[in-house]
């Protein structure tokens, strides 16, 4: 005990010393923002960075740009994503002043039902296997960007990723890590091993990886298109899998799927217009985590301080109660969205936090209802930004690797809760609640800032956390992604997002926190913990109106890199 009280003292201790060392961007970050005026990429894989840079010179677009980092992302860390999963994004369009959501989440098996979960017994529809199976979204995704806002030929955006694919790339570590630990519980389902190891393990950091497989559906892609995907001999190959492991997701699933365009919703923070998507993702939860906290004077509470935490764990309380409650797929549940993020309601909910005692139950609010991820960011010449998130959720997904594709389904079904009369309760053709979600900032009517945070509940603390280090704490780009993070967990009950909190969940805080803050917190009623690595990883590009000059930021957890030219 005595040793990892030593073991954790010297940690907090590192930090600051590091920090402390630097000479500008004190005291969290762990290297200068990034600077350039033609263009700008950051993702997590410095590969993939390199890929959309590339595309940007050749007179890509900021999404022609994004699609390809993706594509690349697919391949390069198969451990978050790929084109097995789902993809949403925000793009401001420098042409119409204007910003664009896109919500590219798959549906349901139609031949799938609640009876049937019910008549086998399950309580939670398991998180691998054919099961949480649902449409992959991002192919249609990435060709609805496309056709809106590309300019470069698809063919041409996919290339080179496919090349990687064919003749290899070392292995990144943080990669290689995740990889390590998913091989053990994927391996025993069909075409997983085959595709997806070396010789039965996980390629290890500098380890050389190709996949062949990926680069020929890749391929036929950018030959054939969207239908290619959904409607083509891809298409039968992923049904007749799924269907051969005891799934429901069939090809006249795949052969309807159809992405959405979609309105964003914003509230302003200080002055500045923060944009989520609408449900079925959570990102209103950051919107209304905001408004609640906008009721503080940040500017005499200071960062880190057990106040800080403490009203930013709370107001993430009130907020997630509510996202269990409300959020869920619109064509089946709508969401009282207006409401939920009116300065009125937060009001109300921010008289409900004590500035002393810690809430161990919170209940939603009351209102009549009607009927592992990568981030990445992009922005070019023309002054068009891309804010773009793409999961196959709870890192590489099902397990289910479709023979000679080189891809895994998601396993988003996952989220979809057993019990009747819930928002997000289990129906056919139906999309589950989304962790996933894309973040903008606008200064009167302008850009200021693409980001976002990956890691499923973390996501919309996240936002929060980089909104409060910018706004109220005056932080720079890349100090407000490195600097010490907060994440609230609350229920662990098998029901997941329809179990209310009961015990007040648990405050994990990452090292950079002082004692005093911890045992502040303590002494206010809540429980505290240090885990080891569920902060996230955040990507940002923010405008200089200015100097006319884009400024990145790539996560310090993460291999990631921004770049620009």
């Known amino acids: 005990m005595r040793r990892a009280a030593l073991v954790l ?8 010393v590091h920090a402390g060392d630097r000479i500008t961007g004190k005291p969290f970050a762990t290297r200068s923002e990034v600077l350039a005026t033609h263009g700008m990429v950051a993702t997590s894989v410095p590969l993939a960075t390199q890929i959309g840079l590339d595309v940007l010179k050749k ?3 900021a999404v022609d740009a994004a699609i390809a980092a993706n594509a690349a992302l697919g391949l390069m860390e198969p451990v978050s994503n790929g084109i097995g999963g789902d993809l949403f994004a925000i793009v401001w369009d420098a042409k119409t002043k204007k910003l664009y959501g896109y919500n590219g989440s798959g549906r349901s098996p139609k031949g799938l039902t ?31 960007l496309h056709e809106r806002f590309g300019k470069l030929p698809m063919k041409d955006v996919l290339a080179p990723t496919v090349a990687y694919a064919r003749e290899g790339f070392p292995v990144s570590e943080l990669v290689a890590y995740y990889w390590n630990l998913s091989v053990p519980r994927l391996e025993k389902y069909p075409g997983f091993t085959e595709q997806f190891t070396l010789a039965g393990k996980a390629p290890a950091k ?32 992923i049904a007749d899998y799924v269907k051969a492991q005891g799934g429901f997701l069939a090809y006249e699933d795949l052969a309807a799927h159809k992405g959405e365009w979609v309105e964003p919703v914003s509230t302003n923070y200080r002055g500045y217009d923060v944009w989520e998507l609408p449900p079925n993702g959570q990102g209103l939860a950051a919107l209304q985590m905001l408004n609640i906290l906008e009721g503080y004077d940040f500017s005499k509470i200071p960062f880190g301080s ?28 709508k969401a009282p969205v207006d409401w939920l993020v009116s300065k009125q309601y937060a009001a109300e909910r921010r008289r409900l936090i004590s500035p002393d005692k810690a ?23 023309w002054g068009n930004m891309v804010s773009l998130i793409q999961s196959n959720y709870r890192g590489m997904g099902s397990g289910m690797a479709p023979p000679g594709l080189g891809f895994i389904l998601q396993d988003r079904g996952e989220m979809f809760v057993l019990k009747e009369g819930h928002a997000n309760t289990f129906e056919p053709g139906k999309r589950p609640f989304h962790t996933i979600i894309p973040a903008f900032i606008t200064k009167d009517g302008a850009p200021w800032l693409s980001f976002g945070v990956m890691g499923g509940d973390m996501q919309p603390q996240g936002h929060v956390e980089i909104v409060m280090n910018l706004i109220d704490f005056g932080m720079g780009l890349q100090e407000a992604g490195d600097a010490p993070r907060i994440q609230h967990e609350g229920s662990t009950s098998p029901e997941g997002q329809a179990a209310p ?44 109106a200015k100097n006319k000059v884009y400024v990145g930021a790539s996560e310090g957890r993460k291999d990631g890199q921004a770049a620009g030219y």
């Open 114 to 144: 609640l009876k049937w979960f019910q008549e086998h017994g399950y309580t939670a529809i398991p998180p691998t296997g054919p099961l949480p199976v649902t449409v992959p979204g991002t192919v249609d995704g990435w060709f609805a």
């Open 206 to 237: 500098g380890e050389i990886w190709k996949n062949a497989h990926l680069a020929n559906t890749l391929e036929a892609l950018g030959k054939g298109g969207r239908d290619a995907f959904y409607k083509g001999k891809i298409a039968h190959v």
């Open 501 to 544: 909190m009961t015990d007040g969940g648990f405050i994990d805080l990452e090292s950079g926190f002082p004692y005093e803050t911890v045992r502040g917190l303590m002494q206010k009623g809540h429980s505290v913990r240090f885990a080891n690595g569920p902060y996230g990883g955040y990507q940002a590009i923010g405008w200089d």
């Open 359 to 381: 809430m161990k139950a919170v209940e939603p609010g009351t209102h009549k209802l009607d009927g592992d991820t990568i981030y990445m960011t992009a922005a070019d010449q």
């Open 59 to 61: 007179g890509g677009t």
């Open 9 to 16: 003292a010297t940690a907090l201790v590192t930090c600051a």
């Open 306 to 333: 057990a106040e800080h935490v403490h009203l930013f764990v709370e107001a993430k309380k009130l907020a997630f109660e509510d996202r269990a409650k409300f959020y869920a797929d619109p064509a089946f549940a």
